[in-house]
């Protein structure tokens, strides 16, 4: 919240924010992540990411595409954050209830709605699981560090993983 914050000075409280607005905010999160894992950190970031266009700018930068050409005309990979997205999914009537709930919270209930409608779930081949709010805070760590750790012992042995990593136990929040 705070880089959104400093990112969109006064816009946050009006809730103008645009597909415009956002593309510099997910990118200065790009080059955090690109920074922050490249110097051996493990890092956790709570973002909504509705569209997967947002999780594609989270994981390429601004380009959101893998590939890019140098001035030779030869394609050169583009630096990319390895990203596990967790989907919180619950149904609407869940969700508002627990945001009538909150004191203080930055977003209105009313806007709920219209976040619904944004969402684009990801789906194959995004790397992602998908946990219900029906679970407890307690259940939902455990998946998240299970899936993460299934996910770094896999790069650690060569092998690569890829693709939906969706729990079995499908824990939604």
């Known amino acids: 919240m705070f880089l959104y914050k400093q990112a969109l000075p006064g816009k946050v409280t009006v809730y103008l924010l645009q597909f415009q607005d956002r593309i510099p905010w997910l990118c200065n999160l790009h080059d955090i992540l690109l920074r922050d894992v490249a110097?051996?950190?493990?890092?956790?970031?709570?973002?909504?990411?509705?569209?997967?266009?947002?999780?594609?700018?989270?994981?390429?930068?601004?380009?959101?595409?893998?590939?890019?050409c140098d001035e030779s005309g030869k394609e050169e990979k583009l630096a990319e954050v390895k990203l596990l997205v967790v989907h919180l999914s619950g149904s609407f009537e869940v969700i508002s209830g627990r945001l009538l709930k909150r004191k203080g919270h930055f977003m209105p209930p009313e806007l709920l709605q219209s976040q619904f409608d944004t969402l684009e779930p990801p789906s194959a081949p995004e790397n992602f699981i998908q946990i219900s709010v029906d679970k407890n805070l307690s259940e939902i760590i455990a998946t998240i560090m299970e899936t993460e750790f299934v996910t770094l012992s896999s790069s650690y042995s060569g092998t690569e993983k890829r693709g939906n990593f969706e729990s079995k136990a499908s824990i939604e929040v």
């Open 39 to 68: 110097s051996g950190q493990h890092v956790v970031l709570a973002c909504s990411a509705l569209k997967k266009m947002y999780r594609d700018i989270l994981i390429r930068g601004k380009d959101g595409a893998p590939l890019k």
